[in-house]
């Protein structure tokens, strides 16, 4: 089971950390992402890290101003997010693969998703 939160209403240029609380020792050997969607489009990626941390990837839309991490030691992972834009405006989903534990950016590979937490930014 993985529950976000974090999620808000804040200003064009704020920040915000998004958690990931993952329930049980097994995800800390999953690879991990975040995915979002906007209204009327479709859930795509924004980030995925591998299951010891030490590798990430990111969409071109939130390279350099977001940026994926693991604890899993607690089995938690966080986005933070900086220079928030309009156009970030979306759910925010967490996600886990059970079969892959290396960095994948491909949504159907993830088999555990979270319930989604709102993020606006408003002008």
């Known amino acids: 089971q993985l529950v976000e939160s974090g999620g808000g209403l804040v200003q064009v240029g704020d920040s915000l950390r998004l958690s990931c609380a993952a329930s049980?020792?097994?995800?800390?050997?999953?690879?991990m992402g975040w995915f979002r969607q906007a209204p009327g489009q479709e859930r795509e990626f924004v980030a995925s890290?591998?299951?010891?941390?030490?590798?990430?990837v990111y969409s071109e839309a939130v390279k350099g101003r977001f940026t994926v991490s693991r604890d899993n030691s607690k089995t938690t992972m966080s986005l933070q997010m900086n220079r928030l834009k309009p156009e970030d405006t979306a759910v925010y989903y967490c996600?886990?693969?059970?079969?892959?534990?290396?960095?994948?950016?491909?949504?159907?590979?993830?088999?555990?998703w979270g319930q989604g937490t709102q993020v606006t930014v408003s002008s």
């Open positions: 996600a886990a693969s059970s079969i892959a534990i290396n960095v994948t950016t491909i949504e159907t590979i993830y088999n555990y």
């Open positions: 049980g020792r097994a995800f800390s050997r999953y690879c």
């Open positions: 890290i591998n299951y010891i941390g030490s590798s990430a």
